[in-house]
Each structure stands twice: as C-alpha cells, then as structure tokens.
C-alpha cells in the first residue's frame, strides 16, 4: 500500500486481526452494536479504499455506485447473498469471504438441531422449566416420544464443505447417508441421488447448500410434499432456501415431523412467524460459526483477504473470483 488506505469496518469485531489493520490503515469502525442502516453505511463507506462487512450488511449496485474509492470488500462470512457479486465484479472490485474454518463448527450446529429435534430436546427443557415434571410422572413410558437417528437416512441437499462434514458426522453415528448437489460430488459411503429420489428416501434431510437464484425458494411446497411422511428438516445454510409458509403447513400437518432451524428468511425471525407457535420445531438465531475460535479464525481471513486487495494482490478467497479474468 502506497498511503494509508481508509478502511471502514461496519462493526467493532475483537482481536489481534482488526488491531493489526488499524496499524496498517486508517480505521473506521461503526460504534454501535446495531448494524449500520443503508444509509449510514453508504455515507460512511463514501471515502473508503476498503470495506470490512458482516452478512447483514447490504452491499448492492447502488451502495457501490456511492464509494468511488472502493478497491475491495470483505465480509466476515463464508455466505455472501449480501453481496451484489455481478455489480462488484463488473467495478473491479474483488470480494472476500471465510469459507473452509467454519465449516466443522456449523457441521456441529446443524447436528445439534438434528439431534435436538429428532429426540425432542427442547421441549424436554422448557417441560422441565414448566414445572410440568412432577412427582406423579417421574417417568410416562411415552413421555416425549421422539425419533431415532442410529440406523436413519440422512439426506444431503448440497454437499460442499459443510455437507460433507455433516455426513461424517452421521456417519458416526450409522445413519445412511444421501446427497445431492448441483454438481455431483463423490464421498465415500455416500449415496449420490437426484432431489427427486433424496426427499420421498430421507428420514432426516439437511440443506448445504448457498443461496442464489437457483436455490432460493428450492423447498417449497411441492419439495417438502414429496419428503418423507415426519421427517425432520434441518437448515443451517440461509432461510431464503426453504419456503416458511410451506414449512409450518407441513409441520402442523403432520407431513413433516419436526425441524430444526438456524436461519430465517427475515432476519430476526418475525415475532409474527408461525415457526414460533410450533412446539415440534428447534429455532436458534443464526450461530452455526459461532464458537470463539471459528469467529476469530474468520476476522483472521477476512482483515487477510482485505490487506492482499488493497496491496494490489489477489484475495487468498475470493467469492468473484472473475474479477481478476477481467480486462484491465
Ligand atoms: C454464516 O451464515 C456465514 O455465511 O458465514
């Protein structure tokens, strides 16, 4: 870097990576807890050389438009629906994301809800909470009946990094494992299956896969129609993938036994939403990277990503990899 670049962080994130760019360039981090709203971000980002964001930071055609400057982008996410990619890409601006060190952490998280909501984990707690385990039901033989996973077919939807480390986890636990994704990928001691044969075949099906507009909307329906009668669904990639409408017909039916959710369409979860009123349903609030060291390690990758664009080198991940084919 010749001069200091500008850098404008839209959060306060902790650690040695953020002190280490504040040495090297000139810092601006948002103060609040609370995202920045668009405006706030466009009229902070105005003079930046370099963008460090979060997934809820929205960073579209026209926020682009409004920082001339801009040399790169980096979000602390391994997921960049956030991103206008095409508009980034078509400006020369390269796009950084974490993929590769959250992957074993949010594997954890989606089997959790897994588990949770096969063996009924949080209604167990909230009936202890209740007062409802009283000396007259010490133990009910069919008190909170749930499901099992050994020996159960675990169905993939996606199967990169993070599906593949969902399937050794099931693995482990001797489930069968099938997987589908866009571009078949082969893993030893899974099944690759068409979407079509995955659903009606899986006792538990888990999405993996990223949001786009070939995925967005994928289990609607007719998808979550054809699932297995009760089986449980789990996500933990984006809420935009599975329609929620749809979802809690399915559980409230029956058609679907339960489901164990990390991510929502909107962002808080509306306190209007359905999901809530379900009692068969495990809602947490978007955490599946969120252990101390994955979140350190993706600040790491994200102030590297930064530091590479604006020294003029490629991003060590880059999420528009076309931007560097483009001419010059
Ligand atoms: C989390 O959802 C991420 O994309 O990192």
Redesign the pocket.
């Known amino acids: 870097m010749s001069d200091r670049a500008r850098i404008f962080a839209t959060r306060s994130l902790a650690g040695a990576p953020l002190a280490g760019l504040a040495h090297r360039c000139d810092l601006d981090v948002w103060p609040a807890r609370t995202a920045p709203t668009p405006e706030q971000l466009a009229s902070r980002s105005r003079d930046a050389d370099g963008l460090l964001c979060l997934?809820t930071d929205r960073i579209d055609a026209a926020l682009l438009e409004r920082c001339p400057r801009l040399r790169a982008v980096s979000s602390?996410?391994?997921?960049v629906d956030h991103v206008d990619l095409d508009a980034a890409t078509a400006r020369g601006i390269p796009v950084g994301?974490?993929p590769g060190v959250?992957t074993e952490t949010?594997a954890d998280l989606a089997f959790a809800l897994l588990l949770a909501a096969a063996r009924r984990v949080a209604e167990g707690d909230r009936f202890v909470r209740a007062g409802e385990w009283t000396p007259d039901r010490v133990w009910e033989p069919d008190l909170l009946l749930g499901r099992d996973v050994h020996g159960a077919t675990l169905g993939l939807v996606g199967l990169g990094a993070i599906g593949q480390a969902m399937a050794r986890r099931a693995q482990g636990f001797g489930m069968r494992v099938l997987a589908w994704s866009r571009t078949r990928r082969d893993m030893p001691g899974v099944a690759f299956a068409s979407l079509d044969s995955l659903l009606p075949a899986a006792d538990f099906v888990s999405v993996h896969v990223a949001l786009n507009a070939d995925t967005r909307g994928l289990l609607g329906e007719s998808a979550l129609a054809r699932m297995k009668p009760g089986a449980v669904l789990v996500n933990t990639a984006?809420g935009g993938i599975v329609d929620e409408d749809a979802l809690a017909d399915a559980l409230r039916s029956g058609q679907l036994g339960a489901a164990g959710l990390d991510?929502f369409a909107r962002e808080p979860l509306d306190p209007a939403s359905p999901l809530l009123r379900l009692p068969n349903v495990v809602l947490t609030p978007?955490i599946?990277?969120a252990s101390e060291a994955t979140r350190a390690r993706?600040v790491e990758l994200a102030v590297e990503n930064l530091l590479a664009a604006l020294a003029g080198n490629p991003m060590p991940h880059c999420a528009n990899p076309a931007v560097y084919a483009r001419p010059t």
């Open positions: 997934l602390v996410s391994v997921g994301h974490t959250l949010t984006r991510v978007h599946g990277s993706m």
